[in-house]
């Protein structure tokens, strides 16, 4: 079951390299990932499939899982339109996206509240 990971690390050279370090030394693979900075932090999204045992193998190292959602992955074909046409069919549905970012092998990671709806619709 996929997870969306939320930290907050500050915005300096090598903290983004510790997390990488951390999950990988744990043998968890980043199946996906985004971040944008603001104010002296970054706020970075990790999709993972084990939850807890990230969660472990950055609490061992110091780093905090400030937010964790299970989310929706679409796989997608790498086309135009694509993107149009999963949204559109969760918009259809009544589904408010929250985020959305790539993952790997053109997978689409959708955070929403209403999960199960937007599962429904794709």
């Known amino acids: 079951m996929p997870y969306d990971i939320t930290i907050i690390i500050d915005d300096l050279p090598g903290t983004l390299a510790r997390v990488g370090e ?17 104010g002296g932090k970054s706020y970075l999204h990790v999709l993972v ?8 193998a950055l609490n061992e190292t110091g780093i905090e ?17 694509e993107l149009g046409m999963v949204a559109r069919r ?14 790997t ?13 937007a599962r429904s619709a794709v």
């Open 49 to 56: 499939e084990d939850v807890a045992a990230a969660r472990r």
């Open 22 to 38: 951390s999950l990988g030394n744990a043998g968890i693979n980043i199946e996906g990932y985004c971040s944008f900075p603001s």
């Open 105 to 117: 092998k053109s997978r689409l990671v959708v955070v929403a509240y209403d999960l199960e709806k």
């Open 65 to 81: 899982i400030t937010q964790e959602r299970q989310v929706l992955t679409v796989d997608m074909q790498d086309q135009p339109g």
């Open 90 to 103: 969760i918009a259809n549905a009544g589904v408010n996206i929250d985020m959305v970012y790539t993952g």
